[in-house]
């Protein structure tokens, strides 16, 4: 289908069709979710050989398992006789993936280790080497998050990341600045929303705008310290950039502290947390230079994994469940080398904030089930949505006091909001819905 008409970035109008039309979403199964590297799990929840846990790309069922020396694999998890879901549980231990079916047995390696009456009922026939379960064509451990892609051609998932990273390494990083050191505390949350998954992901890449949405939670406070939904001096002094990166498709809300600010003084009610805090930010200005006025906040790596880089840190997927649905699921992220008190701390916080139990979630997900509804009629689909805010006032060039950031940055500090990372998100969906291959992709 041609999005003539349909998606016009430059002009800041994307019709209500790519939401709600079929043909549409099994295009952007077979585009989007069957080119893009996507986020599969976290190496911490699977720590131990002959660990699994079920995931999803897209619509299909993955399975992400440390095999008994230690490598970790994607699988698809289908069995290669008939496609019988070789796994059935969300997470596990185990030494083979046994298809209930007609008995095939899989080892955590993905190699076809059993087939019950092999002899008899083939012969010599059966090459088992050609039949292991199907893996991923690359697989990327990032900081402990695994990517995966179906596509050979796909470039490295540094690449992919691209001037992105820098934003993306403020989930992934520890407080203190040190590289990686972050680990899943919990489970994962899941439900269902009945809504298409780009209102989730471009609502994450940067949509500042919503705050009436959110009035509720401010009043009543769930922050850390009680005031407000968050801890908000560090970001009520800095410069609120929004930034996105059109030809990839990344993007998030960030805040830049002013070079001269002191250190924002965070979570006072509860003293061992507040000095943990303290502690890690000095660290951080120690080792991160001038990018340790750089602070995240909700983001999208295209093309459904959403970062949320300040307290609470989480990362959530949006799994495709046709276009009028989507599978949520949000794991939480806590420095590894953490005390308790303040793991337990930010877990509490966690689950007040986050998630279908969360406050704040609660108030969007109203929003994107009721727009999803209200968009779908033969009239409603007729008019498009408008993307206008902030269009041509963002930079390529962002510099503060020396220090350069990468990106196309609309600084909202005055503004209060831009749709500048959304037209970035829609920019890069229609590159991928209309290349032929990856061939047309890198450019
Ligand atoms: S479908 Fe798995 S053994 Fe037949
Ligand atoms: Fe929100």
């Given amino acids: 289908m041609s999005l003539d008409g349909l998606v016009d970035v430059?002009?800041?109008?994307?019709?209500?069709?790519?939401?709600?039309?079929?043909?549409?979403?099994?295009?952007?199964?077979?585009?989007?979710?069957g080119r893009?590297?996507?986020?599969?799990?976290?190496?911490?929840?699977?720590?131990?050989?002959?660990?699994?846990?079920?995931?999803?790309m897209g619509e299909e069922s993955?399975?992400?398992?440390?095999?008994?020396?230690?490598?970790?694999?994607?699988?698809?998890?289908?069995?290669?006789?008939?496609?019988?879901?070789?796994?059935?549980?969300?997470?596990?231990?185990?030494?083979?993936?046994?298809?209930p079916y007609h008995g095939w047995s899989y080892?955590?390696?993905?190699?076809?280790?059993?087939?019950?009456?092999?002899?008899?009922?083939?012969?010599?026939?059966?090459?088992?080497?050609?039949?292991?379960?199907?893996?991923?064509?690359q697989m990327e451990n990032y900081k402990g998050t695994i990517w995966a892609t179906w596509d050979r051609d796909a470039p490295p998932f540094l690449d992919y990341l691209g001037g992105y990273k820098l934003y993306f390494d403020l989930l992934l990083d520890a407080w203190d600045g040190r590289e990686g050191g972050t680990e899943v505390i919990g489970g994962i949350h899941k439900w269902l929303i009945p809504c298409n998954w780009k209102f989730p992901a471009e609502n994450f890449s940067g949509d500042r705008y919503h705050g009436v949405s959110h009035r509720s939670v401010d009043m009543v406070g769930i922050g850390p310290s009680g005031k407000g939904r968050r801890d908000m001096q560090e970001r009520n002094e800095a410069r609120w950039l929004d930034v996105t990166f059109p030809d990839l498709g990344h993007s998030m809300i960030a805040f830049l502290r002013k070079h001269d600010s002191p250190i924002a003084p965070a979570y006072q009610d509860a003293p061992a947390v507040a000095d943990y805090?303290?502690?890690?930010?000095?660290?951080?200005?120690?080792?991160?230079?001038?990018?340790?006025?750089?602070?995240g906040g909700p983001g999208t790596v295209f093309p459904n994994a959403s970062p949320l880089a300040r307290q609470p840190r989480t990362l959530a997927v949006w799994h495709p469940r046709g276009p009028h649905q989507t599978e949520c699921w949000r794991i939480y992220l806590?420095?590894?080398?953490?005390p308790p008190e303040v793991k337990d701390f930010l877990r509490h916080y966690y689950i007040r904030y986050s998630g279908p139990s969360g406050l704040t979630e609660q108030d969007d997900m109203e929003n994107w089930n009721y727009a999803h509804a209200a968009s779908r009629g033969t009239v409603a689909r007729q008019h498009p949505y408008n993307y206008e805010m902030g269009l041509g006032r963002a930079t390529e060039s962002f510099e503060d006091h020396g220090l350069k950031l990468p990106g196309r940055i609309a600084d909202v500090t005055v503004a209060n909001a831009s749709e500048n990372n959304q037209r970035g998100f829609y920019t890069r969906w229609r590159q991928f819905m209309e290349a032929k291959s990856w061939a047309d992709l890198k450019r």
Wanted: net charge neutral; proline share 2%.
């Fill in 36 to 56: 893009a590297w996507l986020f599969i799990g976290h190496e911490s929840q699977i720590p131990k050989p002959g660990d699994f846990q079920a995931s999803f």
């Fill in 334 to 338: 806590v420095d590894a080398d953490a």
């Fill in 277 to 295: 805090f303290r502690r890690c930010e000095e660290e951080r200005t120690r080792r991160r230079g001038e990018l340790w006025r750089l602070f």
């Fill in 107 to 137: 080892g955590t390696d993905g190699a076809l280790v059993g087939v019950p009456f092999a002899k008899d009922a083939y012969g010599e026939q059966l090459d088992r080497s050609r039949w292991g379960l199907i893996e991923v064509a």
């Fill in 10 to 33: 430059a002009r800041g109008v994307i019709s209500r069709e790519i939401f709600v039309n079929e043909s549409i979403y099994r295009q952007e199964l077979e585009q989007v979710f």
């Fill in 62 to 99: 993955v399975i992400l398992c440390r095999d008994r020396g230690g490598k970790i694999h994607v699988f698809l998890n289908s069995c290669r006789h008939r496609g019988m879901k070789v796994c059935r549980y969300d997470d596990g231990n185990t030494t083979e993936f046994l298809c």
